[in-house]
């Protein structure tokens, strides 16, 4: 009969209807619009509600999320930018839709390459968010960002980013980024410390 | 001769048909090559004689400036390694034999390598443009051939760096340049000469009833919400009956072979994920182990681990999708996409946590992953493989399977008897609902699948409702891989050395196919020892499916064909390229 697969079927709809409100209940306030609700409602066991209200809650991003690369720039004492990238161009080699691109610096007086860049540009229309660049980026320099939330109503004005729009504090990139830059901070430190050594070793 | 010779070994065919067969001895080539003008004979036999009886990809390579070379990778339905076959044509006036009298699925294949580079198929049905328009002028894979927008041969470009100043290539050239004409084309005055091919093209039988009456073209798409994006069937119908019914597709196409002839090896990758959108996982999968297999390594033993974890996660994921749009395409609207999403969802934050994106995943590496299973996400799998997925595939097993209006539209609706499956060259579930235990996880073990405990699971009516049937089977045994995966993973290294961004690739070819949710998904690569490999084709199981939708069709009524399309789970993005 045609009418126990619609009763069954109105049965599993009630039953999470039902379920919503028993899990309420049970969780209280707690449930929405705090961390450990959103946690719940995309745990193994969620029961009830499964949506997150976007964007009065955020589904929190994993650490390795990538969207739109950055800039990192490291903050000196006297409170100068000292950017990271030495326009080596290995980021606008592997990038697959070839969307970077990099004027590198000059020295005015000698003509010789300088490593740092000046000029940068990705035009965002075009990245795919591959995370290539920030892969194989040997200096630290280019890495995946997590904002997500940067859409705009002209194209033409905006999506196209420069070094003002892309550089960004090695502190942020700490935040976003916690575990790995932790772990490059250490192999840094131990590097330096290698170097150190060498050198005290070598007039001996 | 026992069944053990008669899967693995290879005849020696360069002697046994000594006349016009002969060892491919290029370095790094396997396979035969055969005279143009035995083709038709060498197939006859290799199917009749040899079992050689499933035709899974026909493909062209264009070595310019010598000779055009067309390449058909022909498996045995029992299981086994390839029969590599190899056709040189000259490059003017390209003519081939076809091979539709013998293998049905070709049919295609054959007019996509017509569409791409101009050989012509001779006896072939319906030759005509197959993905690009039928006013196009030029064939797009040809070596000499150059997009719009050209900039140079390979990627990198020299403008990006060192002296690299951003400009939108539609800003330098607004208007002209980007699609190119035939000479004295007008398009003010251009009728679109394809239609009449195509309706022309379907067959009107006698009418034998004796009722004074006409058939009707119906077109379905492109725009439809049953086809799933952009795709368009041109049915021929007798009152409610589909007489004969072709696909019209390409309206997605944006020559994703081109591009990656354009790109590095690496920098292909994640053009790869964009290929099957719902499963990129598996799509990363073919591709590494194509390349994996021309530069002669292997990924450390944690690596191949988390790739089979990914791609079973991937199947499953994507299994659901299928089940919950089936419903969909059946009247059920949205509820039972919704419950199969919302696991769906929870498979998606594995991949984003382990990956960095929900979809496009560009995880695989030529000798590992990207990286490892970051902390807790090993017991997330966990949860999910031993507690949550399995209860939530009986759940939908039990809500869906059962159902009446499921029970009545899907049994017996778009059978394909298993001589007609293997013969039209599908794969995947279609082809296990008609009746033939093909997996390649099974039949020709790549990667690990050899060390796991799981059953093909096949069934024997090759209607949707087996299609569906076989589906959700499939779930559980992925789940069951996964649960084993889980308890056999070792620690160590998921990447031998450094990952390069340059990789070095020795000149050859070499075809990587794994069972993705949709069947063989293999990749076909011919380096020439460069950055960029001379050729890439992919051999989408999507688009092929569709050589059987008009059999598939034939005698339903028009209201199933929805239904038909629904099972046979496509996706736009692979069938168009």
């Given at each position: 009969m045609a009418i126990t697969g619609l009763i069954k079927g109105l049965g599993i709809t009630l039953k999470h209807f039902i379920e919503t409100y028993t899990v309420d209940l049970k969780d209280g306030k707690k449930r929405y619009n705090t961390p450990e609700g959103i946690k719940e409602r995309s745990s193994a066991d969620t029961k009830g509600i499964f949506t997150v209200q976007y964007p009065f809650e955020k589904v929190p991003v994993p650490e390795a999320f990538r969207y739109i690369p950055f800039l990192v720039f490291d903050e000196s004492e006297s409170g100068e930018k000292d950017i990271r990238c030495t326009s080596c161009g290995i980021c606008a080699k592997v990038c697959p839709p070839q969307c970077i691109w990099i004027t590198r610096s000059v020295n005015p007086e000698t003509g010789k390459p300088v490593p740092k860049p000046a000029k940068f540009f990705i035009d965002?229309?075009?990245?795919?968010?591959?995370?290539?660049?920030?892969?194989?980026?040997?200096?630290?320099?280019?890495?995946?960002?997590?904002?997500?939330?940067?859409?705009?109503?002209?194209?033409?004005?905006?999506?196209?980013?420069?070094?003002?729009?892309?550089?960004?504090?090695?502190?942020?990139?700490?935040?976003?980024?916690?575990?790995?830059?932790a772990e490059e901070e250490a192999a840094r430190i131990e590097k330096e410390a290698k170097k150190a050594a060498a050198k005290a070793t070598k007039p001996a | 001769m026992s069944e053990e010779i008669l899967v693995s070994t290879l005849p020696e065919f360069d002697v046994l048909y000594s006349d016009f067969v002969k060892k491919d001895e290029r370095n790094g080539y396997e396979g035969f090559i055969v005279e143009p003008s035995s083709l038709k004979e060498f197939a006859l036999s290799a199917r009749d004689?040899?079992?050689?009886?499933?035709?899974?990809?026909?493909?062209?390579?264009?070595?310019?400036?010598?000779?055009?070379e067309v390449v058909y990778h022909i498996y045995r339905s029992l299981g086994g390694g390839a029969l590599v076959i190899k056709v040189q044509i000259p490059r003017e006036d390209p003519k081939v034999?076809?091979?539709?009298?013998?293998?049905?699925?070709?049919?295609?294949?054959?007019?996509?390598?017509?569409?791409?580079?101009?050989?012509?198929?001779?006896?072939?049905?319906?030759?005509?443009?197959?993905?690009?328009?039928?006013?196009?002028?030029?064939?797009?894979?040809?070596?000499?051939?150059?997009?719009?927008?050209?900039e140079e041969e390979f990627k990198p470009y020299a403008s990006r760096w060192p002296n690299g100043v951003?400009?939108?290539?539609?800003?330098?050239?607004?208007?002209?340049?980007?699609?190119?004409?035939?000479?004295?084309?007008?398009?003010?005055?251009?009728?679109?000469?394809?239609?009449?091919?195509?309706?022309?093209?379907?067959?009107?039988?006698?009418?034998?009833?004796?009722?004074?009456?006409?058939?009707?073209?119906?077109?379905?798409?492109?725009?439809?919400?049953?086809?799933?994006?952009?795709?368009?069937?041109?049915?021929?119908?007798?009152?409610?009956?589909?007489?004969?019914?072709?696909?019209?597709?390409?309206?997605?196409?944006?020559?994703?072979?081109?591009?990656?002839?354009?790109?590095?090896?690496?920098?292909?990758?994640?053009?790869?994920?964009?290929?099957?959108?719902?499963?990129?996982?598996?799509?990363?999968?073919?591709?590494?182990?194509?390349?994996?297999?021309?530069?002669?390594?292997?990924?450390?033993?944690?690596?191949?681990?988390?790739?089979?974890?990914?791609?079973?996660?991937?199947?499953?994921?994507?299994?659901?999708?299928?089940?919950?749009?089936?419903?969909?395409?059946?009247?059920?609207?949205?509820?039972?996409?919704?419950?199969?999403?919302?696991?769906?969802?929870?498979?998606?934050?594995?991949?984003?946590?382990?990956?960095?994106?929900?979809?496009?995943?560009?995880?695989?590496?030529?000798?590992?992953?990207?990286?490892?299973?970051?902390?807790?996400?090993?017991?997330?799998?966990?949860?999910?493989?031993?507690n949550r997925l399995p209860r939530k595939i009986d759940e939908i097993d039990e809500f869906l399977t059962g159902n009446e209006i499921v029970t009545t539209r899907c049994i017996g609706v778009g059978v394909l008897t298993a001589d007609q499956a293997i013969a039209l060259s599908t794969t995947g579930p279609i082809l296990r609902a008609s009746g033939v235990p093909y997996d390649i996880r099974r039949a020709d073990p790549y990667s690990i699948y050899d060390r796991f405990d799981f059953d093909v699971v096949v069934r024997y009516h090759g209607d949707i409702f087996d299609r569906y049937l076989v589906r959700i089977e499939e779930m559980r045994q992925s789940v069951k891989i996964i649960q084993q995966a889980l308890t056999q993973m070792p620690e160590g290294p998921i990447f031998e050395g450094k990952s390069q961004y340059q990789v070095k690739v020795p000149a050859g070819e070499s075809y990587g196919r794994v069972e993705g949710p949709r069947g063989e998904l293999g990749y076909y690569v011919v380096s020439n020892g460069q950055a960029n490999p001379w050729r890439y084709h992919?051999?989408?199981?999507?688009?092929?499916?569709?050589?059987?939708?008009?059999?598939?069709?034939?005698?339903?009524?028009?209201?199933?064909?929805?239904?038909?399309l629904g099972a046979t789970d496509i996706v736009l993005g692979e069938v168009d390229r």
């Open positions: 965002i229309d075009i990245c795919m968010n591959c995370g290539l660049c920030a892969e194989f980026c040997p200096f630290e320099a280019i890495r995946m960002d997590h904002d997500y939330e940067i859409s705009s109503f002209n194209r033409f004005d905006h999506h196209i980013y420069d070094l003002d729009k892309l550089l960004k504090p090695a502190k942020y990139y700490a935040k976003i980024h916690p575990k790995q830059y | 004689r040899w079992g050689y009886d499933y035709l899974s990809s026909v493909t062209a390579v264009d070595y310019f400036p010598d000779q055009f034999d076809s091979l539709y009298a013998i293998y049905p699925g070709s049919e295609f294949q054959e007019r996509e390598v017509y569409d791409m580079f101009g050989i012509v198929f001779t006896d072939h049905p319906d030759l005509r443009r197959i993905l690009m328009w039928e006013g196009f002028e030029g064939w797009p894979l040809r070596k000499d051939w150059k997009e719009p927008y050209y951003a400009e939108r290539i539609e800003d330098k050239n607004p208007f002209g340049d980007n699609v190119q004409y035939p000479k004295g084309f007008n398009p003010e005055t251009w009728i679109p000469s394809g239609e009449d091919a195509l309706y022309m093209g379907l067959k009107r039988p006698d009418k034998l009833d004796g009722v004074d009456s006409e058939y009707v073209v119906v077109n379905l798409g492109p725009q439809h919400p049953s086809t799933h994006g952009v795709f368009r069937m041109a049915a021929l119908i007798d009152g409610e009956n589909v007489v004969d019914l072709k696909p019209v597709m390409g309206y997605l196409h944006r020559n994703h072979e081109k591009l990656g002839e354009r790109n590095t090896f690496l920098q292909i990758m994640p053009f790869t994920d964009r290929l099957d959108y719902i499963n990129s996982m598996s799509n990363n999968f073919g591709y590494a182990l194509a390349v994996e297999k021309l530069m002669g390594i292997k990924p450390p033993e944690r690596a191949e681990y988390i790739r089979v974890i990914m791609a079973e996660l991937s199947r499953i994921q994507s299994h659901f999708v299928a089940a919950g749009f089936l419903l969909n395409d059946l009247g059920a609207f949205f509820t039972p996409s919704l419950y199969a999403l919302k696991e769906r969802e929870l498979i998606l934050e594995v991949f984003e946590a382990v990956s960095g994106s929900r979809m496009m995943c560009n995880y695989f590496r030529f000798g590992g992953v990207v990286r490892d299973l970051p902390e807790g996400l090993f017991e997330t799998i966990r949860q999910l493989a031993f992919v051999r989408s199981p999507s688009f092929i499916n569709l050589t059987s939708l008009r059999e598939m069709c034939k005698n339903e009524k028009i209201a199933d064909v929805i239904a038909i």
